[in-house]
């Protein structure tokens, strides 16, 4: 039984073909096109509205050089989104569960920023190792200290994703096994059990576009300290 919890989390095979390429087409496909009509219809009017908030509050602060970015980071919030949420429906395998595409996404923008501060502004990236006015004797220690919180940002970008969304899944579907078990023998906390579990789908539906914001919020703060 503890084992079959986990197989939500393995990416199905159908005809010797891994769906989990499937689950990451899809949500491209999803998106409405861009229409040549003087008036759009209400969903892409929605998608337009959403994505300016976005980028007008994530942007505000950081200067022209970090615009760059603006189109990628929101299609990759919208991308992580939709992976999430598709993620919750019946029968299907979320991506996002898996620490090696967290990972292959963090590690690499990650590293841009980096890059780019070392590039444009050596000095002020090289900076943020030394905190200015530290004594002589801690200089060293806190050279150590920082490279390793840098290098730590990408870990803690795609486990933070990853761990979310795990327990989240794990959690909800022990209480939907605990309502079926109980539905024969108590119903009454049956009902109770299936309640809690619809509060902790939306819960859920919550965690999974706050994550989504949350990676990409960090990232962007990573770029502003570099550009």
């Known amino acids: 039984m503890s084992l079959s919890f986990f197989d939500q989390f393995m990416s199905p095979i159908w005809l010797g073909i891994p769906l989990i390429a499937l689950a990451l087409v899809l949500p491209w496909v999803l998106f409405p096109a861009l229409s040549p009509r003087w008036m759009n219809n209400r969903l892409l009017t929605l998608q337009n509205w959403f994505i300016n908030r976005f980028a007008s509050q994530m942007f505000l602060p950081m200067n022209l050089g970090g615009h760059k970015w603006a189109l ?109 078990v109980l539905l024969p023998l108590m119903p009454g906390v049956a009902i109770a059990t299936a309640a809690i579990l619809f509060l902790l789908t939306i819960l859920e539906v919550a965690v999974a576009m706050i994550q989504a914001y949350v990676f990409v919020l960090l990232l962007s703060l990573y770029l502003q300290e570099n550009v």
Not at 86 to 106: D, V, Y
Not at 118 to 131: E, I, S
């Open 72 to 180: 990628m980071l929101t299609a990759l919030m919208l991308y992580l989104i939709t992976l999430n949420m598709l993620g919750l429906l019946p029968n299907t395998f979320t991506p996002t569960t898996q620490l090696s595409m967290n990972m292959g996404l963090a590690v690499p923008l990650w590293l841009a920023t980096v890059l780019i501060g070392m590039r444009n502004q050596p000095t002020a990236a090289l900076g943020h190792l030394l905190p200015e006015g530290t004594p002589v004797p801690l200089i060293p220690v806190l050279i150590i200290i920082e490279t390793i919180s840098l290098f730590i940002r990408p870990l803690a970008l795609g486990v933070r994703l990853t761990a979310n969304l795990t327990a989240g899944h794990l959690l909800m579907q022990l209480i939907a096994t605990a309502a079926f």
